[in-house]
């Protein structure tokens, strides 16, 4: 809406701030030439504003009455603290949001592709310190089946670079792989 209420004000108050330049120039060729051409230009600014100003409250008092929406990943992390889980590795778009998801009660490290299809650290927007083994200890990888962020990949590349998973639960769209081990161990060295 800003974007058209801009083109739409511009197009309202240029021929207002442009009135008296004109009136001017019109004036040395003729009052009574001046006199119309300012009479068309002119444009009632007060009613145009309160009508604007009024469709901005309305869709702003609408905005506020929408019931809110939870975290897109809330459902995720309530159920990884739920089940004691609290740091663990997923794709770059599942790892912060459901970190900040979480309140804090699960860490979640970001990974990505390595040579021969196995899983490394996450080299975007992340402190090496999350995959310090002797600081951290990440026991579970989150995979998205579907969905805009879909990690399928990760399945194979934790397998790949883990061994085959101790326990596996569906949470939603989510695929959660255990190890009775600490992963960070076993990541590949990322990309140089």
């Not at 061994?163 to 695929?175: D, E, K, M, R, S």
């Given at each position: 809406m800003l974007p058209l209420g801009a083109v739409l004000a511009g197009r309202l108050l240029a021929g207002r701030l442009l009135a008296p330049q004109l009136l001017a120039g019109r004036q040395a060729a003729g009052k009574a030439a001046g006199k119309a051409a300012g009479k068309a230009l002119r444009v009632p600014l007060r009613p145009v504003l309160a009508v604007v100003a009024a469709g901005y409250l309305a869709a702003l008092g609408y905005g506020a009455a929408q019931p809110a929406v939870p975290a897109m990943n809330e459902p995720l992390a309530t159920w990884l603290a739920g089940h004691g889980f609290s740091h663990g590795l997923a794709g770059y778009w599942q790892a912060g949001s459901t970190t900040l998801d979480a309140g804090g009660r699960v860490s979640v490290s970001s990974v990505g592709h390595g040579r021969s299809g196995r899983v490394v650290p996450g080299n975007w927007e992340t402190s090496t310190l999350l995959y310090d083994p002797s600081r951290q200890h990440a026991d579970f990888v989150v995979v998205e089946n579907s969905g805009t962020y879909s990690t399928r990949w990760?399945?194979?590349?934790?397998?790949?670079?883990?061994?085959?998973?101790?326990?596996?639960?569906?949470?939603?769209?989510?695929?959660?792989?255990?190890?009775?081990?600490?992963?960070?161990?076993?990541?590949g060295k990322p990309r140089g």
């Open positions: 990760l399945r194979a590349a934790a397998e790949r670079t883990f061994g085959p998973p101790q326990q596996t639960y569906v949470v939603g769209p989510y695929t959660i792989m255990t190890w009775p081990a600490n992963l960070l161990t076993r990541l």
